[in-house]
């Protein structure tokens, strides 16, 4: 039979020499290897401390974007739920009532708003479906928890704040070359 590769041992049943028994060649051949890597540049970082920078198309945790004057963006259309492959948006839509113009820019906003991480696979098709240019996603990571039910993410984390200064900067994403290099 013909072999896939030349990396075939042929086993053998020899009984082991006593130096071999001693095992030195063995260490010193995996001390050699540890001293290789030793002086090799390191390719791993003391994550958080240092973080290695993202890509201008990186898809990471979502945003859902404040207009210039404070106001929810999102109209609770539901395009973003329809076009997510992993169904992981669910939300509750609700009538704006009087006197709330100031929070909601629409008639229309989400009374709830939540995303499933668990079930999210970071494909972006949220954010292309959106007609308001509400939900983005950004360069920030879903951070891990011991709690499934830490990973439903409703408005109180994916809201950006109103405070202008504390706004999630989404400008890299809206960079339609930057973009286009995923196309
Ligand atoms: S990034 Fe993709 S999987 Fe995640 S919520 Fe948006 S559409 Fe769904
Ligand atoms: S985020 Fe955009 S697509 Fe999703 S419900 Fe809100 S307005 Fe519609």
């Given amino acids: 039979m013909e072999l896939l590769t030349n990396r075939a041992k042929t086993v053998s049943n020899k009984r082991l020499t006593w ?3 001693l095992y030195f060649p063995a260490i010193a051949i995996g001390l050699e290897i540890t001293l290789r890597h030793f002086f090799k540049k390191k390719v791993t970082l003391r994550y958080p401390e240092e973080q290695r920078p993202f890509s201008a198309v990186y898809r990471g945790r979502h945003v859902l974007k404040r207009d210039e004057e404070g ?7 539901g395009l973003c739920a329809l076009a997510c492959p992993a169904e992981a948006i669910t939300m509750i839509a609700s009538e704006r009532k009087p006197g709330e113009e100031g929070l909601y820019r629409e008639e229309k ?3 709830v708003y939540e995303i499933n991480m668990l079930r999210c696979i970071f494909c ?3 954010e292309e ?3 308001k240019q509400a ?4 360069d ?3 951070q891990s928890d011991y709690h499934r039910g830490e990973f439903i993410y409703g408005k109180y984390k994916l809201v950006e704040p109103v405070e202008l ?6 400008t890299k994403r809206m960079d339609k070359n930057a973009l286009n290099l995923i196309a």
């Fill in 19 to 21: 130096v071999e028994r």
């Fill in 71 to 77: 106001r929810e963006r999102c109209t609770a259309c």
């Fill in 109 to 111: 906003y989400a009374a």
């Fill in 124 to 126: 972006g098709l949220c």
């Fill in 129 to 131: 479906a959106c007609p």
């Fill in 135 to 138: 939900i983005y996603l950004t």
């Fill in 140 to 142: 920030r990571i879903t």
């Fill in 165 to 170: 200064d504390k706004r999630i900067d989404i």
